[in-house]
């Protein structure tokens, strides 16, 4: 197995922080994210628009369904950081 670039590292740990920083938004500042989760599906057209919207219309399901998956997304995130920054180091 090759070593990955730093470029590559940068990227991972960049886009790793970026749902980091989602997941606290979701569970630190809930009323927050949420509002801006249905403001962005007011300028999406189409289908996409009344897919989402039907899954965020009973907002205690959807905050439970996310926190669920973020805690599987935090888990995972933080174990493949780990693994590439010790790939890259190791």
């Known amino acids: 197995m090759e070593k990955p670039s730093f470029g590559f590292v940068l990227v991972f740990i960049l886009l ?9 938004k979701l569970w630190f500042k809930t009323d927050a994210y949420y509002q ?10 189409g289908y996409f628009k009344n897919f ?4 965020i219309e009973n907002r205690r399901r959807w ?3 996310q926190k669920i998956f973020s805690l599987f997304g935090i888990a ?5 950081n780990v693994m590439v920054i010790r790939a890259y180091l190791g």
């Not at 249905?38 to 300028?43: E, I, P």
């Not at 989402?52 to 899954?55: L, Q, V």
């Open 16 to 24: 790793s922080l970026l749902f980091l920083s989602n997941s606290y």
């Open 36 to 45: 801006e989760l249905r403001d962005s599906l007011d300028r999406t057209p």
């Open 52 to 55: 989402f919207s039907r899954r």
């Open 63 to 65: 905050e439970t369904e």
């Open 76 to 80: 995972a995130v933080l174990i493949a």
